[in-house]
């Protein structure tokens, strides 16, 4: 089966500094895709960053970098210049199937500090 | 452009009893997805609907059923409500390729009491 792993339930940032968020996952396709997602206290889940597997390169929107490591199955989120609108659980995924269900980690909460 | 709408916002409801909660996709989005988030875990997939079908099913009960309209809204019905039902309700829409991004909605929060 398919899993999803964030080995970090809590996380803490200062204000204007960098964290990683750590993922890690289980396949055995060779193209696939791979998702950061962020979840604020409103609830609804908002898509912050999207990896397609067969590209070397990776994904950067804004503030937001990945880091992909294929061949480790590792799936990390790097956020630079944090702000306190940050703060959020932060969920990663993986779609899979004929639908691409996703199937997500436990989640990262993350706390900004002034 | 209009995003995902869900509704209800909130529903209480008691052990027994049946509910439905709606869901119209981001426009131009043609497949719904439906998961059940509980308190402090993950999303868990429920089903799918593509072209009025479910097209996929997670590990849920017959007692979670849905439906999906001609204008690809989709509706998540939950029969003889359990305890354990209650949980966050997301709809994310997507446009039915593999691997299409799913755009979410704000979700229902259904408490069984």
């Known amino acids: 089966a398919q899993t999803v792993t964030q080995s970090q339930p809590e996380m803490s940032v200062q204000e204007a500094e960098t964290v990683t968020l750590s993922c890690t996952y289980d396949?055995?396709?060779?193209?696939?895709?791979l998702f950061w997602y962020k979840q604020p206290p409103s609830r609804q889940m908002i898509l912050v960053i999207r990896?397609?597997?067969?590209?070397?390169q990776n994904a950067t929107e804004n503030r937001f970098s990945v880091n992909f490591q294929k061949a480790a199955k590792s799936f990390s989120l790097k956020i630079s210049d944090s702000q306190l609108g940050d703060a959020a659980m932060y969920f990663c995924?993986?779609?899979?199937?004929?639908?691409?269900?996703?199937?997500f980690g436990t989640g990262t909460r993350l706390q900004v500090t002034l | 452009d209009a995003g995902v709408t869900q509704s209800p916002t909130h529903l209480i409801k008691t052990r027994g009893q049946q509910v439905t909660l709606r869901c119209s996709p981001k426009?131009?989005?043609?497949?719904v997805s439906w998961y059940q988030q509980a308190l402090g875990q993950g999303p868990q997939f429920i089903f799918q609907?593509?072209?009025?079908?479910?097209?996929q099913r997670g590990n849920f009960p017959d007692r979670f059923s849905g439906h999906q309209f001609p204008n690809y809204s989709s509706e998540l019905n939950v029969n003889a409500l359990l305890l354990g039902d209650s949980a966050l309700y997301l709809c994310?829409?997507?446009?039915?390729?593999?691997?299409?991004?799913?755009?979410f909605g704000p979700g229902t929060r259904l408490t069984v009491l």
């Open positions: 396949t055995s396709e060779s193209d696939y895709y």
């Open positions: 609907y593509y072209e009025e079908e479910e097209r």
């Open positions: 990896q397609e597997a067969y590209k070397q």
């Open positions: 995924a993986y779609p899979t199937g004929t639908a691409s269900k996703l199937t």
């Open positions: 994310a829409s997507s446009g039915g390729q593999n691997w299409d991004t799913q755009y």
């Open positions: 426009s131009g989005h043609d497949t």
